[in-house]
C-alpha cells in the first residue's frame, strides 16, 4: 500500500469521526458490490450513532433484496424527479458532514443522486476502477488491485474505525462475491478468498448469496435468456459473439432490463469467442451495451471510447441510436480488439 492510499485511509477515519451526518452513494444501475459496499458502510455508521442517509439513483436490484436493510434505501430520482437541484428539500437531505460514493469515482455516475453532492461539505470516494478523466474532489480511497469495493472496504474496516458484525459480513462478502463472478473471475486471488473466509467466519452466508443472486430467476428473465441466445450473431472469424435484445422482444415476454443481467455472461460461453457483448434496447433508441473479454484484451478501454468505462474484462456503454447504428458504431472497435 503507498503512502498516498495510507493518508487517505486516515483522513476517511478523521472524517468518519468528526462527521455526524452522512449520505452513502452508489453508483447508477447498481450492483452487488456497489450495494453490499454502500449498505456496509451505512450499517457501521449508523451503529456509531451518525446521522445517515443511504440514497441511490436507481432502486436496488431485485436479487439484492435479500441485504440486511436494504429496505432503507431511498431513491434519488423520487427526490429529484426533474434531475435537477430542488427548493423543496425534505429536511434531512438539506445538509450532510460528509458524502461517500461507492464503487465509482465520476460524479456523472451517480445520476440523479449527483444532486446530493453539493449539500455535503466534503466528499470521499471509495472506489477500486481505475480513475478516469470525471473524479469527485475529495478523499480518495481507490485501489484498482482489488477485485471488488467491497474487498477494499473490508481491508480497511478496521483502520477506518469501523467494527464488523454479521449483517456487515454478509453485505460485504455479497460485493465480492458478486464482482468476483461467485469467485470464478480472474480478478479471484487469494487475498478475495481469504476476505471471503474471514467473512464467513463473521456470519456471511455463501450458498444463500448464490441462491438469491444468481440461482433464482423470474421467468420472464429465464425467457429473455432464451430470446438472446436465439438472436446470437458471430463475428470476427468467431472471436466476437454478440447478442441483442429489442424493446419489442422485452415487452414480448414481459421482461424488464433488470432480466437482462448476467444474459451477456452465457453469450460469452461460444468456445471460440474472446468478446462478448449484448446490446439491449432498453428504452426506445437507448441502447445498453455490456462487453465480456477473456484474458488480457481490455473492453473498458474500448467503451471508454464511447464514454462508457468498467474493467479491463467486463465493462460497458451506452448508445442514443437504434440497435443496428449502435453494433454499426461499436463492432469494428470491438473486433479489433479481439484480434
Ligand atoms: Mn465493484
Redesign the pocket.
Known amino acids: 500500500m503507498s503512502s498516498q492510499f495510507d493518508a487517505s485511509v486516515a483522513a476517511l477515519r478523521s472524517a468518519i469521526e468528526q462527521g455526524e451526518s452522512f449520505v452513502i452513494i452508489p453508483h447508477v444501475n447498481p450492483?452487488g458490490?456497489?450495494i453490499g459496499?454502500a449498505i456496509a458502510v451505512y450499517i457501521a455508521l449508523t451503529k456509531k450513532g451518525k446521522r445517515v442517509e443511504l440514497i441511490g439513483a436507481d432502486e436496488v436490484p431485485r436479487n439484492l433484496r435479500f441485504l440486511p436493510r436494504w429496505e432503507e434505501f431511498r431513491s434519488a430520482r423520487e427526490m429529484f424527479p426533474d434531475d435537477a437541484p430542488t427548493e423543496n428539500m425534505p429536511k434531512e437531505i438539506e445538509h450532510f458532514d460528509l458524502a461517500i460514493i461507492v464503487?465509482l469515482s465520476a460524479p456523472r455516475r451517480l445520476a440523479h443522486a449527483r444532486h446530493l453532492i453539493p449539500l455535503a461539505k466534503a466528499v470521499a470516494v471509495v472506489?477500486?476502477?481505475e480513475l478516469g478523466d470525471d473524479v469527485a474532489d475529495g478523499i480518495l480511497v481507490v485501489d484498482s488491485s482489488y477485485a471488488?469495493?467491497?474487498l477494499l472496504l473490508y481491508h480497511i474496516w478496521e483502520a477506518i474505525g469501523f467494527e464488523f458484525d454479521s449483517d456487515i459480513a454478509q453485505c460485504l462478502l455479497t460485493?465480492i462475491a458478486t464482482?468476483t463472478g461467485g469467485f470464478k473471475f480472474q480478478n479471484t486471488d487469494a487475498r478475495a478468498l481469504r476476505a471471503a473466509a474471514d467473512l464467513v467466519q463473521r456470519g456471511g452466508n455463501l450458498s444463500l448469496i448464490h441462491e438469491m443472486v444468481w440461482d433464482r430467476k423470474p421467468e420472464s428473465a429465464l425467457k429473455l435468456l432464451g430470446v438472446a441466445l436465439n438472436n446470437l450473431r458471430i463475428a470476427a472469424n468467431g472471436k466476437v459473439a454478440y447478442s441483442t435484445l429489442s424493446l419489442q422482444e422485452y415487452e414480448s415476454v414481459g421482461a424488464t432490463d433488470e432480466d437482462s443481467e448476467g444474459i451477456v455472461n452465457e453469450v460469452g460461453k461460444v468456445d471460440s469467442c474472446v468478446i462478448s457483448a449484448l446490446f439491449r434496447e432498453h428504452l426506445p433508441n437507448r441502447i445498453r451495451v455490456s462487453v465480456r473479454s477473456r484474458g488480457d484484451i481490455d473492453v473498458a478501454e474500448v467503451c471508454r471510447k464511447f464514454e462508457g468505462g468498467g474493467h479491463k474484462n467486463a465493462a460497458g456503454c451506452t448508445f442514443s441510436s437504434s440497435l443496428e447504428s449502435a453494433i454499426a458504431a461499436l463492432m469494428p472497435s470491438l473486433e479489433a480488439a479481439a484480434l
Open positions: 450492483d458490490d456497489a459496499s464503487d472506489d477500486h476502477h471488488a469495493t467491497a460485493g464482482d
